[in-house]
């Protein structure tokens, strides 16, 4: 089965500080897309990053960027100097075919 | 330019009733998508519209859900008659081309009773 999963359910982070939400996905294909997603709440779901597979330079968005591990099948999102708006639930998803297959998110709270 | 949105926001039934959850896709996207996530689930994939026609409705539980995407525009999820599992968020996204970056609407909480 391919599968994606996001091992902590909640994180916390100081405001300003830096937090790196982890992702492990398991796939055999050798070409693809990895992508975080973030739902604020009550707000629908938008991008933040995506990567592709045969990439292996990793993505940056700004205060977002990746830890891409094609060998290990790892995609962690680090959030430098984090904003309360950062706030979130974020999800790892990767795209098989026409779909995105997503693991179970991983709520972020940010302290001020 | 508006984004994709869903109605209602909330719905609470009762096991066994009918829901009708719409979607309204970004304007001039042919691809539509249903995800749903039971609570503290991943987020799975129901179905995949190209215009009107079904491409893909691999993900779809059981007989009891019909989607429809009439003049391929707007798409109707209904749910009949629901069960107690199918409480949830049920997510609606679409794309202009099936590789392109799918846009999320806010999502339908779904509670049966």
């Known amino acids: 089965a391919q599968t994606v999963t996001q091992s902590q359910p909640e994180m916390s982070v100081q405001e300003a500080e830096t937090v790196t939400l982890s992702c492990t996905y398991d796939t055999s294909e050798s070409d693809y897309y990895l992508f975080w997603y973030k739902q604020p709440p009550s707000r629908q779901m938008i991008l933040v990053i995506r990567q592709e597979a045969y990439k292996q330079q990793n993505a940056t968005e700004n205060r977002f960027s990746v830890n891409f591990q094609k060998a290990a099948k790892s995609f962690s999102l680090k959030i430098s100097d984090s904003q309360l708006g950062d706030a979130a639930m974020y999800f790892c998803?990767?795209?098989?075919?026409?779909?995105?297959?997503f693991g179970a998110g991983t709520i972020l709270r940010v302290k001020s | 330019e508006a984004g994709v949105t869903q109605f209602p926001s909330h719905s609470v039934i009762e096991k066994g009733q009918t829901v009708t959850l719409r979607c309204d896709p970004i304007?001039?996207?042919?691809?539509l998508y249903w995800y749903r996530r039971v609570m503290g689930k991943e987020i799975k994939f129901l179905l995949h519209f190209v215009k009107e026609s079904k491409q893909d409705e691999s993900g779809m539980p059981n007989n009891r859900f019909l989607a429809e995407r009439t003049g391929g525009t707007y798409s109707t999820l209904k749910v009949q008659p629901a069960e107690l599992e199918d409480s949830g968020v049920y997510f609606c996204a679409s794309s202009w081309r099936a590789y392109n970056e799918q846009f999320f609407g806010p999502g339908t909480r779904l509670t049966v009773l």
């Open positions: 304007s001039g996207h042919d691809n």
């Open positions: 998803a990767y795209r098989r075919g026409n779909k995105l297959v």
